[in-house]
């Protein structure tokens, strides 16, 4: 009896433990911040920018229903995802499944991520996108709305140029896609994947910074943080959340689906929904 009522409880603890990593791993989290500048016009004042980023090909459901209810619940503006909706060489099916239902909803902007980089045959999903309806951002800046200027970069893994190191050549494409604007002194919002990169979008005197790919460093621990991240190893400054150099605002989002490290713990996936205010 003893021995039955031990793997009773072996069970129930393994069961337990089951139940926890998978709402870990799949319960999304909506998180709202505001951002206040008098550099948003008047026009402008609480427009809806819903962030999404890292899928990495992952399923929220049949056609990434319950994704697609909590972006509606939203009720988003603008849709943007800063990278990494693929994962690898994995099929991009999911990825555009949810393209598909989001851009029902809100107009869609994207920046490709370091796993889009990767891919040589990027300009055929890239197609696949904009067939969808979805803008896809490479080193430009569009006006979105009076006032409001959208820029978007590639992860420099998309760079030919393999002597370069990434922040040159992030510091180049954000030099690029600025000078194709029209010069004026709009609020000026940025979609790349590279939150470690804060410095450079500083010094080009960027509002709005929205990035992805830390993955919230993967683990969360009390008074810590993230353990680790892409890019900037073992606990990460840019982990998740908002950070702020001179007059330009970065926001981390953690992100949807997992990359090398497949659990999550006390980091759910997440959604950010950004609200614009002008203090003009």
Do not use: C, W
């Not at 503006?77 to 099916?93: P, Q």
């Not at 709305?145 to 760079?159: K, V």
Request: no cysteine; hydrophobic share 40%; aromatic share 6%.
């Amino acid at each position: 009896m003893k021995i039955i009522k031990r793997l009773g409880i072996i069970v129930v603890i393994l069961l337990i433990l089951v139940a926890f990593s998978y709402q870990q791993n799949n319960s999304v989290q909506t998180n709202t911040t505001t951002i206040t500048s008098q550099k948003i016009p008047p026009s402008m004042n609480g427009l809806r920018i819903l962030h999404l980023s890292d899928l990495h090909n992952k399923t929220y459901g049949q056609n990434q229903g319950k994704l697609v209810s909590k972006v509606k619940m939203a009720q988003p503006d603008l849709i943007v995802f800063t990278g990494d909706m693929i994962h690898n060489d994995a099929t991009e099916e999911n990825g555009l499944h949810l393209m598909k239902q989001l851009i029902k909803i809100a107009p869609v902007y994207f920046v490709m991520g370091n796993h889009e980089g990767y891919r040589s045959d990027f300009n055929q999903l890239e197609d696949k996108l904009v067939q969808l309806g979805v803008t896809v951002l490479r080193n430009e800046l569009v006006t979105i709305q009076n006032g409001i200027q959208l820029i978007g970069i590639d992860d420099p893994t998309a760079s030919v140029d393999l002597y370069t190191e990434d922040t040159q050549i992030v510091d180049q494409e954000l030099q690029k896609a600025i000078q194709k604007g029209d010069n004026s002194k709009g609020y000026k919002i940025l979609l790349s994947h590279r939150p470690e990169l804060l410095f450079v979008y500083a010094k080009h005197n960027i509002d709005l910074v929205l990035s992805g790919h830390a993955h919230g460093g993967q683990v969360r621990l009390p008074f810590v943080g993230g353990i680790i991240a892409p890019n900037q190893g073992f606990f990460p400054e840019f982990d998740a959340g908002e950070f702020r150099q001179d007059h330009t605002t970065l926001i981390v989002n953690r992100g949807l689906g997992n990359s090398i490290i497949p659990q999550r713990l006390f980091n759910l996936p997440e959604i950010i929904l950004i609200e614009l205010k002008s203090t003009n």
